[in-house]
C-alpha cells in the first residue's frame, strides 16, 4: 500500500512502503495539499488528551481546596471547644495535610501535657498555701488569692475579698501606706519590703500584722506575694507558748531575743542570739543564763550581776546601762551590748518566764570612742587636751568637796623650747613635744591625767594623792626631763621643765582658781634659777606675780623711751618665680637684750605688754620705724613689692591709731603701696566696725591687707566678702605636715579655692621644709615664707634683699 503526497503541480508521485515514517503532525502547515483521513484522527486525540489532563488537574485543585478547608475548619473549632485536649483528624488526609495534621496534634498534646503540670503546680501551691499558718494573699491590681488564714483574719469569705484592693481592708490610716507600698513594689521601685499595717475585717475586728511583699509572676505578669505576720502579743497565755507566726518574726529581728521559763532556764533563743553568744538553740535550751554568759562593766571590769535573777527576785523590768559588756562562758569574743529584761505574765499577774532582748552596740560605742578620744586628746602627743584635762579636774573638784580626798595639780612649763623651735623650727619643735609627752606619761600612775594644755604647757592631774606624794612625783617629772636630750639633725638639746604645784581640798575653789594658782607657782619656779618645783601659797604668789609683772613693765616701758627694741624680717617669695605684686617680706619687733644678752622674742614679752594695753605703743613704735626707712632710703624693695606690718587686736581696737598711720605716712614721704598691714581673724572679729573703717580708710590710700592665721577662725568667713582683703596668710598648724596629712590637705585646698572665689591671693607661712614647699607650689599657693626659705634676720642687712 502506498500513500501519495502532491506537492505543487509535480506529477512525479513517491511511494513509500507501509510503516516508514511520514511526515510529523507539526509539520502539516508546509503542505499544501488536501490532508487524509489518518492526520485529521491524530490531532483529534491529542487534543482530548489535552482536555482530559486539564480536566483531571481542575478536580484535583478542588479537593485540596476543600481538605485545605476542612483542616483549618478542624484546627479552628478545637481551638474554640476542645483547646489543647482536642486532636486533628487524620482520616481522608493527603500525605502533605496528614503531616501537618500530626504536627499539630504533637503540639497540642505538649501543650496538654504543659497545661496539666502547670494546674498541678497551681493546686500544689494552693495547697502549700492553704496548710501554712502565716497570712498569704496575691495582689496585683486587686487581690488575687487569698488563703484560708488571711480571710480568718478578717472573717470573710474568698468572695469577699478576691477582686478588691487590699487597701480597702487596712484602717484609713494606712490607705495611702498601703496604696504606694504595691504600686512601687509592681513597678520594680524601691520601697519598704517590711511595714506593719492594722488590718479591719468586714465586721470591723482589728488585727495589728507585719506585711512583707515579693515580686513574683503570675500568668505571665507580675503580682505581689504577701504575706501578713500578727504581732506578738503582750502577754503570753498560761497554757504555754504557741508562736509558729512569732517564731517568724523573732527570727528575722537584728537584735537577739532570748525567754527564759520560770525558773530562770532558756527555752528560746533567735537566730541573733545563737550568733551573739556562738551557739546553737540545741545547745542553750535548758540552761540557766549565768551559764552561758555574765556581764562586766566596760570601765572597770566589776560584774554587774545576772539580770535574769535580778528580774525574777524584782518582779518587774530590768536594764542594764551602755557600759554593759557581754562575757560568754565559751570564751567567745567579748560585745558591747544594751540588755533589758521584761517579765511574762498571765491574766492573774504571775510570772511566766522573761524575754531578754540584747542589742550589740560593739560597732557604735567603737565608733563613738574613736569620735570622744579626737574631741579629748591633743593630736600631736596623745595627751587628753586642755577641755578634757578640765573636765577631770573638775571631777576632782567635786569629789574633794564632798569627801576627805585630796588631789593634786601640777602645772609644766617647758624651759628652753623656744631654742628648739627658733633654731630648728617648728618640725622639730613637734617631736620634741611628743617625745616629752611620753616622758610624762611614763613618770606619773596610771590613775593620773597628763595633759597638754599649751604650746609648751603640760599638766598632770594626781587623783587621790598628797601632797607630799605629789611633790615626790613632780620631782621624778623634773630629773626624768632633765636627763632628756632631744636630738636633731646634728644639733643636741637639753630641756628643762618648770613645775607648779597645788594641792585640791575643801575649799579649792574654782577650776580657774586652781589653773591660776598652779600657773603662778610655775611663774615662780621658773624665776628661781635652780629650783624646779615650786608649791603654791597665797601670799608668795601674789608677790611672785606682782614683781614679775613690774619687771617686764619697767623693761617694756625703758625699750620705748630709749628704743630699745629692734627690728627683724623674713622674706616672702613668689612660690612660681612670676614678678607679679605682694609682699616681699615680714617685719618682726624684738627687745634688746641686756648686758650682751640675746634679744628676748615676742613670745616672751607680749604677754605682759598686752596686758598693761602696752600694744598700741609698741605696734606705733613698729609702724613709726618702718615707714621712716621707706621714707630716707633705708628700706629698699623691689618693684611691685611691699613690706608686712603686723597690728595686734588692741591696737586696732584704738580710734586714734588710724589717723596716727596717716600722719606717719605724711611726715615720713612713704608711698602707702608699700605697705601691707597684717590682722589676724580673731583681731579682725573683737573689733569689726574699727577693722572696717581702718582698712577701708588705708586701702583706699594705696595699703595693702593680709589676713593672717587664716583658718583657725571660722567665724570671721562670713565677712570676708564684705572687706577689701588682698591676702590670706594660711595658719601654720594647716601647712605642718600638709604632704602627709589628708585633712590639712583637704581644709588647704578648700582655702585656695574661696581665697579664688574672693580674688585673694595665697600666703603659706611658716613653710620648713622641702616637702612642704613643693606641696604648697603643686597646690597652687601664690607666695612662700617661713625658714625654707630663710630664718628671721636684723632689718640693717636688707640691703642684700634690694
Given at each position: 500500500m502506498s500513500v501519495r503526497y502532491s506537492h505543487g503541480d509535480d506529477d512525479s508521485r513517491c511511494a513509500h512502503p507501509m510503516g516508514a515514517p511520514g511526515p510529523s503532525v507539526v509539520g502539516l502547515h508546509r503542505y499544501r495539499g488536501p490532508l487524509n483521513l489518518s492526520s485529521v484522527v491524530l490531532w483529534f486525540l491529542i487534543s482530548a488528551i489535552l482536555a482530559v489532563g486539564i480536566g483531571v488537574l481542575l478536580v484535583?485543585?478542588?479537593?485540596?481546596?476543600?481538605?485545605?478547608?476542612?483542616?483549618s475548619r478542624q484546627v479552628s473549632q478545637l481551638v474554640r471547644d476542645a483547646g489543647a485536649a482536642g486532636r486533628v483528624g487524620l482520616e481522608g488526609k493527603s500525605e502533605d495535610l496528614a503531616q501537618l495534621s500530626s504536627a499539630v496534634n504533637a503540639l497540642l498534646e505538649d501543650l496538654e501535657q504543659r497545661g496539666s503540670r502547670l494546674h498541678d503546680r497551681e493546686q500544689l501551691f494552693q495547697r502549700l498555701v492553704e496548710t501554712v499558718h502565716d497570712a498569704v494573699l496575691i495582689h496585683r491590681r486587686h487581690i488575687l488569692f487569698a488563703n484560708k488564714r488571711f480571710l480568718a483574719l478578717l472573717g470573710a469569705n474568698a468572695s469577699d475579698v478576691v477582686g478588691k484592693s487590699l487597701t480597702e481592708f487596712v484602717a484609713p490610716e494606712y490607705v495611702e501606706l498601703v496604696e504606694n507600698n504595691l504600686r512601687r513594689r509592681l513597678a520594680g521601685e524601691p520601697s519598704a519590703e517590711r511595714y506593719e499595717v492594722e488590718l479591719v475585717g468586714i465586721h470591723g475586728e482589728v488585727s495589728r500584722v507585719e506585711l512583707s511583699s515579693t515580686l513574683i509572676d503570675s500568668a505571665g505578669e507580675p503580682a505581689l506575694l504577701l504575706t501578713a505576720l500578727e504581732m506578738l502579743p503582750s502577754v503570753m497565755p498560761a497554757s504555754g507558748p504557741s508562736r509558729p507566726r512569732a517564731m517568724v518574726t523573732l527570727d528575722a529581728m537584728?537584735?537577739?531575743?532570748?525567754?527564759?521559763?520560770?525558773?530562770?532556764?532558756?527555752?528560746?533563743?533567735?537566730?541573733?542570739?545563737?550568733?551573739?553568744?556562738?551557739?546553737?538553740?540545741?545547745?542553750?535550751?535548758?540552761?540557766?543564763?549565768?551559764?552561758?554568759?555574765?556581764?562586766?562593766?566596760?570601765?572597770?571590769?566589776?560584774?554587774?550581776?545576772?539580770?535574769?535573777?535580778?528580774?525574777?527576785?524584782?518582779?518587774?523590768?530590768?536594764?542594764?546601762?551602755?557600759?554593759?559588756?557581754?562575757?560568754?562562758?565559751?570564751?567567745?569574743?567579748?560585745?558591747?551590748?544594751?540588755?533589758?529584761?521584761?517579765?511574762?505574765?498571765?491574766?492573774?499577774?504571775?510570772?511566766?518566764?522573761?524575754?531578754?532582748?540584747?542589742?550589740?552596740?560593739?560597732?557604735?560605742?567603737?565608733?563613738?570612742?574613736?569620735?570622744?578620744?579626737?574631741?579629748?586628746?591633743?593630736a600631736l602627743t596623745g595627751l587628753v587636751n586642755r577641755r578634757e584635762f578640765e573636765r577631770r579636774l573638775q571631777e576632782a573638784l567635786d569629789s574633794a568637796q564632798t569627801g576627805d580626798a585630796t588631789?593634786?595639780?601640777?602645772?609644766?612649763?617647758?624651759?628652753?623650747?623656744?631654742?628648739?623651735?627658733?633654731?630648728?623650727?617648728?618640725?622639730?619643735?613637734?617631736?620634741?613635744?611628743?617625745?616629752?609627752?611620753?616622758?610624762?606619761?611614763?613618770?606619773?600612775?596610771?590613775?593620773?591625767?597628763?595633759?597638754?594644755?599649751?604650746?609648751?604647757?603640760?599638766?598632770?592631774?594626781?587623783?587621790?594623792?598628797?601632797?607630799?606624794?605629789?611633790?615626790?612625783?613632780?620631782?621624778?617629772?623634773?630629773?626624768?626631763?632633765?636627763?632628756?636630750?632631744?636630738?636633731?639633725?646634728?644639733?643636741?638639746?637639753?630641756?628643762?621643765?618648770?613645775?607648779?604645784?597645788?594641792?585640791?581640798?575643801?575649799?579649792?575653789?574654782?577650776?580657774?582658781?586652781?589653773?591660776?594658782?598652779?600657773?603662778?607657782?610655775?611663774?615662780?619656779?621658773?624665776?628661781?634659777?635652780?629650783?624646779?618645783?615650786?608649791?603654791?601659797s597665797a601670799r608668795e604668789e601674789a608677790s611672785a606675780r606682782h614683781n614679775g609683772e613690774i619687771q617686764w613693765l619697767q623693761k617694756l616701758q625703758r625699750a620705748l623711751s630709749d628704743n630699745k627694741f629692734e627690728l627683724y624680717y623674713q622674706p616672702i617669695v613668689h612660690a612660681h618665680?612670676?614678678?607679679?605684686?605682694?609682699?616681699?617680706?615680714?617685719?618682726?619687733?624684738?627687745?634688746?637684750?641686756?648686758?650682751?644678752?640675746?634679744?628676748?622674742?615676742?613670745?616672751?614679752?607680749?604677754?605682759?605688754?598686752?596686758?598693761?594695753?602696752?600694744?598700741?605703743?609698741?605696734?606705733?613704735?613698729?609702724?613709726?620705724?618702718?615707714?621712716?626707712a621707706l621714707g630716707r632710703g633705708g628700706l629698699k624693695l623691689p618693684p611691685g613689692r611691699s613690706v608686712a606690718i603686723n597690728i595686734s587686736g588692741q591696737t586696732l581696737g584704738d580710734a586714734d591709731f588710724l589717723?596716727?598711720?596717716?600722719?606717719?605716712?605724711?611726715?615720713?614721704?612713704?608711698?602707702?603701696?608699700?605697705?601691707?598691714?597684717?590682722?589676724?581673724?580673731?583681731?579682725?572679729?573683737?573689733?569689726?566696725?574699727?577693722?572696717?573703717?581702718?582698712?577701708?580708710?588705708l586701702h583706699g590710700m594705696g595699703c595693702e591687707f593680709a589676713l593672717d592665721d587664716f583658718g583657725t577662725g571660722l567665724s570671721s568667713f562670713s565677712t570676708l566678702k564684705t572687706l577689701p582683703i588682698d591676702y590670706l596668710k594660711i595658719d601654720r598648724s594647716f601647712i605642718s605636715n600638709l604632704a602627709s596629712d589628708s585633712v590639712n590637705r583637704a581644709m588647704v585646698t578648700a582655702m585656695i579655692e574661696l581665697a579664688r572665689s574672693l580674688r585673694f591671693r595665697v600666703v603659706a607661712e611658716q613653710v620648713e621644709d622641702q616637702l612642704s614647699l613643693d606641696t604648697v607650689k603643686e597646690m597652687g599657693i601664690d607666695f612662700v615664707q617661713g625658714f625654707i626659705i630663710a630664718h628671721p634676720q636684723p632689718l640693717s642687712t636688707i640691703s642684700m634683699l634690694a
Open positions: 484535583w485543585k478542588q479537593r485540596q481546596k476543600r481538605a485545605v478547608s476542612d483542616f537584728g537584735e537577739s531575743v532570748i525567754t527564759v521559763d520560770a525558773e530562770g532556764r532558756i527555752d528560746y533563743a533567735n537566730h541573733a542570739a545563737e550568733g551573739l553568744f556562738g551557739q546553737t538553740f540545741d545547745q542553750m535550751v535548758g540552761k540557766l543564763f549565768a551559764d552561758m554568759a555574765s556581764f562586766v562593766d566596760e570601765a572597770d571590769r566589776h560584774s554587774l550581776g545576772d539580770p535574769v535573777r535580778k528580774a525574777l527576785a524584782a518582779g518587774g523590768r530590768v536594764t542594764m546601762g551602755k557600759r554593759a559588756v557581754l562575757v560568754p562562758a565559751n570564751a567567745e569574743l567579748e560585745r558591747s551590748v544594751e540588755i533589758s529584761v521584761t517579765p511574762l505574765k498571765n491574766d492573774a499577774k504571775e510570772i511566766l518566764g522573761l524575754v531578754l532582748v540584747l542589742h550589740d552596740t560593739s560597732e557604735l560605742r567603737g565608733f563613738t570612742r574613736q569620735i570622744t578620744y579626737q574631741a579629748s586628746h591633743d588631789h593634786a595639780l601640777c602645772y609644766l612649763d617647758l624651759d628652753r623650747f623656744k631654742v628648739v623651735n627658733d633654731t630648728c623650727g617648728h618640725t622639730a619643735g613637734d617631736n620634741m613635744l611628743r617625745e616629752v609627752a611620753t616622758i610624762l606619761k611614763d613618770a606619773v600612775r596610771d590613775s593620773d591625767t597628763a595633759g597638754r594644755i599649751g604650746g609648751d604647757e603640760f599638766a598632770l592631774l594626781l587623783v587621790g594623792c598628797p601632797l607630799d606624794k605629789a611633790r615626790q612625783i613632780a620631782d621624778d617629772v623634773v630629773r626624768a626631763v632633765n636627763d632628756y636630750r632631744f636630738v636633731w639633725k646634728d644639733k643636741i638639746f637639753s630641756v628643762g621643765v618648770s613645775i607648779g604645784l597645788v594641792e585640791i581640798g575643801r575649799g579649792g575653789g574654782s577650776i580657774e582658781d586652781i589653773m591660776n594658782s598652779a600657773d603662778s607657782a610655775c611663774y615662780v619656779a621658773k624665776n628661781q634659777g635652780g629650783v624646779h618645783v615650786h608649791v603654791y618665680g612670676t614678678g607679679e605684686r605682694g609682699p616681699a617680706l615680714e617685719v618682726f619687733v624684738r627687745l634688746e637684750g641686756e648686758s650682751g644678752q640675746p634679744s628676748v622674742s615676742p613670745p616672751e614679752f607680749i604677754r605682759a605688754a598686752e596686758r598693761y594695753r602696752l600694744m598700741p605703743r609698741v605696734d606705733r613704735w613698729v609702724v613709726q620705724a618702718v615707714l621712716a589717723e596716727f598711720v596717716a600722719d606717719c605716712f605724711d611726715h615720713t614721704g612713704a608711698n602707702p603701696g608699700d605697705i601691707c598691714f597684717e590682722v589676724t581673724e580673731s583681731a579682725m572679729v573683737a573689733n569689726i566696725d574699727h577693722v572696717r573703717r581702718f582698712i577701708a580708710v
